[in-house]
């Protein structure tokens, strides 16, 4: 039996997403074909430009300098016009101490990611911003025709998710969800091993997540003249000004908005959307997802944070295969079956008996698609118009189970999925929380 190399690009063709993705090649933008493509340099933009966005922003920068890439990062977009500028700082510093040899690119700075999308010399974006508005400008940017690079958790809501893929396909673009975790050698080795039956049949998946903690001040403030804050709120409803519910204007420590139900849906999303990837991956289920899923919830008074704290949740799968998570520590990923286990987390990879990761694997033997480094993925991908290593329909399933635990926690009840009309079956007070109404204009798609 020949070696089997599962890519990404081949499990997306065996998806019912791909037919339409195989009329539709991935997009490389023209001026990057030809003899000289090589040569030439991707200009890129970065769209949310704080915690999050800065650390993306400066990977792309870094990436891009990398021999073989040569990627600039040519324009920064943010709501906080003093984060903006800052991050133009950062980047012209960079490009100064880094790659004196080059001319360092003009950076352009921009407050309406409208107007940045409409640049036709740009080629990409990285997205990081609150996870209310992910869905809106990526499916901006895809209609752009925009390569993509969207911080996890993909979207706010399933409904939001779909419309995202269909986008992505649709306008052919390149797309890199954050799950940097499947650029992680110690991930890949863990589900390798598991794909391929080192511990026998794989019967259980323990996923562990960190809790939330901290209280959040509902006092109205002033709001700072360097912040859009009424385009921040975007498609939520509109919601006094108070520096808790955005982000801190002294630094880049953790935002308020991450602990607010209306921006963000807590640590089942935040953390859980790189745990259930890794469970995903391990189970081979990037194209469907559990059946089945039932979770509690604990939602202590914190004044204006109030996205649960501990939790605990049941999944199956059509396979019999059950995922178990909860808070506690470490956070990781076990795989449990029949003749061992597996533990994979950040920085390692650990078996039970020792035995089953000191064998290589065989020739024989199932890999999966190695990606070094997630940003660099994405650069090459969009020179060679091959999926990423965590396209979007693989970051659309394992932020669906995150959402499907935190809507089973909110109604306390078991709740049936169905993987291929992704809807509740049955219950159509689970379904009418697969989405939300946007406030206008902030609908998805091209705006008024």
């Known amino acids: 039996m020949k070696n089997t190399r599962i890519t990404r690009r081949q499990f997306v063709q065996g998806t019912a997403t791909a037919a339409a993705a195989l009329s539709c090649p991935l997009y490389v933008p023209a001026r990057l074909l030809g003899k000289q493509s090589p040569s030439n340099t991707l200009r890129m933009a970065a769209i949310g430009t704080g915690r999050m966005g800065h650390g993306d922003m400066t990977e792309c920068q870094i990436r891009g300098l990398e021999p073989g890439v040569n990627a600039h990062i040519v324009a920064v977009c943010d709501l906080d ?7 133009k700082q950062q980047l012209e510093s960079t490009y100064a101490k880094k790659a004196p040899d080059i ?39 895809a209609e752009a025709g925009k390569a993509i690079y969207l911080q996890k958790p993909l979207t706010y809501t399933i409904g939001e998710g779909k419309q995202l893929v269909a986008a992505v396909r649709k306008h052919g673009v390149i797309f890199q969800t954050g799950s940097q975790q499947r650029s992680d050698k110690h991930f890949r080795r863990g589900c390798e091993y598991v794909r391929n039956g080192r511990i026998g049949k794989l019967h ?21 003249s360097n912040l859009n804050y009424a385009m921040w709120m975007g498609p939520t409803a ?35 959307a790189h745990m259930f990837d890794i469970a995903q991956w391990g189970h081979g289920s990037d194209n ?74 065989a020739d024989s033997e199932q890999t999966l698609y190695r990606s070094s480094n997630h940003m660099r993925n994405y650069l090459e991908c969009i020179r060679s118009g091959h999926d990423t290593v965590c396209p979007v329909e693989v970051g659309h399933r394992s932020n669906t189970i995150c959402v499907m635990a935190h809507i089973a926690m ?12 992704e809807r509740f079956i049955g219950d159509e007070s689970a379904n009418a929380m697969l989405d939300y109404d946007h406030r206008k204009p902030w609908t998805i798609g091209k705006t008024a």
Request: no cysteine; net charge negative; glycine share 10%.
């Open 410 to 421: 909110k109604l306390g009840r078991k709740l049936r999925w169905d993987p291929k009309t």
């Open 204 to 224: 259980t998946i323990r996923v562990v997540l960190p809790p939330d903690s901290g209280t959040g001040t509902a006092s109205p403030m002033e709001v700072p």
């Open 238 to 272: 509109e919601q006094p000004y108070t520096e808790h519910r955005v982000h801190p204007q002294a630094d880049f420590s953790r935002p308020g908005w991450l602990q607010i139900e209306t921006y963000s849906r807590g640590m089942i999303t935040g953390w859980g």
């Open 288 to 361: 469907t997802g559990p059946i089945e899923i039932e979770a509690t919830g604990e939602f202590p008074d914190r004044g204006l944070f109030n996205v649960h704290t501990n939790f605990k949740a049941t999944a199956k799968y059509a396979d019999g295969v059950e995922i178990h998570a909860e808070t506690g520590g470490p956070a990781g990923v076990h795989f449990d079956g029949d003749a061992g286990s597996i533990f994979v987390s950040r920085g390692k990879a650990i078996s039970n008996p020792a035995s089953i990761l000191e064998q290589p694997l």
């Open 103 to 141: 001319r360092t690119p003009e950076i352009t700075i921009w407050g309406d990611y409208r107007e940045l999308l409409a640049r036709d010399d740009i080629d990409g974006v990285t997205i990081s911003t609150p996870d209310h508005w992910h869905a809106l400008l990526a499916v901006a940017a």
């Open 81 to 87: 016009s003093r984060r903006a500028k800052h991050a």
